[in-house]
């Protein structure tokens, strides 16, 4: 089991831009894919980007592609989300996933989940 901590959340204009952070441990983290969810509350999760084991491509919503970039690096165990030109459509609890076997578009692709970090963007 691998655990997920984010951090990086905050209150920013619209415009601005914030980094997310995922730091894993207690696991083998380029055994792991990666994506990055966000979630309004009362709304179901939704697929923001993922980043397989080796960090060799990258996938995105259309509404983040273009603004948003996720990356990895595999010596420090994290992985990132640069978040640019943010707009007050981008506010919500934004989530770091990990799976071991497969990865997608979909939250039941992931396995392990952290508890969140929120991103306020205001207008």
């Known amino acids: 089991q691998v655990q997920l901590v984010e951090s990086g959340g905050g209150l920013v204009q619209a415009g601005g831009s914030l980094r997310l952070s995922c730091a894993a441990s207690g696991g083998t983290f380029t055994s792991y894919h990666i994506a990055w969810f966000r979630q309004v509350p009362g709304k179901e999760r939704e697929f923001v980007a993922t980043?397989?084991?080796?960090?060799?491509?990258?996938w995105y919503a259309a509404a983040v592609k273009g603004r948003f970039t996720i990356s990895r690096d595999n010596s420090n165990n994290t992985a990132y989300l640069q978040m640019d030109s943010l707009s007050p459509e981008d506010t919500a609890v934004y989530y770091c996933?990990?799976?071991?076997?497969?990865?997608?578009?979909?939250?039941?692709?992931?396995?392990?989940w952290g508890q969140g970090t929120q991103v306020t963007v205001s207008s």
């Open positions: 996933a990990a799976d071991r076997f497969s990865y997608g578009r979909s939250e039941s692709s992931y396995q392990y």
């Open positions: 980043i397989p084991r080796n960090g060799d491509s990258q």
